[in-house]
């Protein structure tokens, strides 16, 4: 939109640069004038990695890194869109990088971004708990806050913060030669390497943000060698999952005393969502027991303390993307009342 300002994070190398090269390509194709301002690298450097993915010339380059010059250079071009690459490396009134430096430069480039009717994407390094770094200001000032993150081999971007749309839309995306590739199914992509017929592996549905999506997850038991077994739980909230265990050994007499348990999400996503409750008790069950779960079976529902499953949200889109990933047989709130019904009918 004309005048909205745009933040985007994520670590480095996960291709952000790549990413805004591939949009700012798109909208100079639709006859708008482009500046991409390069902070940290030199405009040969822009150009190499544009001829790379494929991007055709006419990206005008600005090169460039005190405030002053950069709002001097944008006043005489007049773009319709501008890219700051990135807003930790523009000077204002500190050094760059500073607290001071990007707020300053983030107020000063959104006032003018907005008095001129251009959209504005500022790139943004994250620190290590994930968020961009600087003053919260930066968050407040732009319309949108996106993050490019890394998921095995695949890159999600999801919005944390949107003020044309809905917030928790994401987009998956795959690094090629040419850039960054859409990813139309990414149910199948995570489904790809899914192992058949061995025990331990189960799918959830999952909300991915505001996107349905079908993940595996898989769970391993194994005698423990010490007094206070393990649990481990990567991709998913481990306190759920501690409850799971819990209702499993409560509720179903499964006997986890001794055993080591890990539970995993399958591609690297990280997933809090109480809909993939009962995947992780099918998978836990199926490797306790050692008996594979149905290859046409997906679920989705939370697990309650008492062992009953409970509704979740967008019930209806996750058993149409599993329909879509090719499954037939579900495990839902409705058509099962316990997780004690549910491993009997998904396990073989």
């Given at each position: 939109m ?8 994520g ?8 990413l ?15 500046v ?9 450097q ?9 991007v055709?010339?006419g990206?005008?380059?600005?090169r460039?890194?005190n ?8 006043e005489s ?6 890219i700051v690459d990135?807003?930790q490396?523009?000077?204002s ?7 001071v ?5 983030t ?8 008095g001129?009717d251009?959209?504005l994407?500022?790139v ?9 770094a ?14 490019l ?10 919005s944390a913060?949107?003020?044309f ?35 331990g592996?189960a ?9 349905a ?14 007094a206070a ?11 759920r ?5 819990a ?8 006997e986890l ?18 809909g993939?409750?009962?995947?992780v008790?099918?998978?836990v069950?199926?490797?306790v ?6 290859s ?6 939370e ?12 019930l ?5 993307e ?14 099962i009342?316990?997780v004690?019904d549910a491993?009997?009918?998904?396990i073989?």
């Open positions: 004309p005048g909205a300002t745009l933040l985007i994070g670590e480095p190398g996960v291709g952000k640069s790549t805004l090269l591939q949009v700012a390509d798109q909208v100079r194709r639709a006859g708008k004038q482009v991409y301002v390069a902070g940290e690298e030199s405009p040969q822009v150009k190499l990695r544009a001829e790379r993915i494929g055709d010339g990206l005008k380059i600005m460039d890194t405030l002053e010059a950069v709002l001097s250079g944008l071009l007049n773009p319709e869109f501008v990135s807003i490396t523009i000077e009134e500190g050094v760059p990088g500073s607290l430096a990007v707020r300053n430069a107020q000063a480039l959104v006032r003018w971004a907005k001129n251009t959209t994407v500022l943004g390094h994250v620190t290590k708990e994930g968020t961009v600087g003053p919260k200001v930066i968050e407040h000032v732009v319309d949108a806050t996106l993050y993150e890394t998921a095995g081999i695949y890159r999600v971007l999801r913060k949107n003020r749309g809905a917030v928790g839309e994401v987009g998956v995306f795959k690094m090629g030669q040419g850039g960054l590739l859409d990813v139309e199914n990414p149910s199948e992509a995570f489904l790809a390497e899914r192992p058949l017929g061995v025990s592996s799918v959830g549905l999952a909300l991915y943000g505001e996107r999506i079908a993940l595996e997850v898989q769970a391993l038991a194994a005698r423990s060698h010490y077994p393990k649990r481990v739980a990567q991709g998913l909230d481990a306190r999952v501690d409850v799971v265990l209702v499993l050994e409560r509720r179903l007499g499964l005393g001794k055993l080591d348990v890990y539970v995993n999400l399958a591609g690297g996503l990280r997933v809090a969502d109480p993939l409750d009962l995947a008790a099918i998978a069950y199926s490797a027991m050692g008996r594979p779960v149905r046409d079976t997906a679920a989705v529902g697990v309650g303390l008492a062992g009953e499953v409970r509704s979740v949200n967008l209806e889109a996750r058993v149409r599993g329909r879509r990933a090719g499954f037939e047989n579900f495990m839902q709130p409705g058509n009342r316990s004690e491993v009997k009918e998904a073989l």
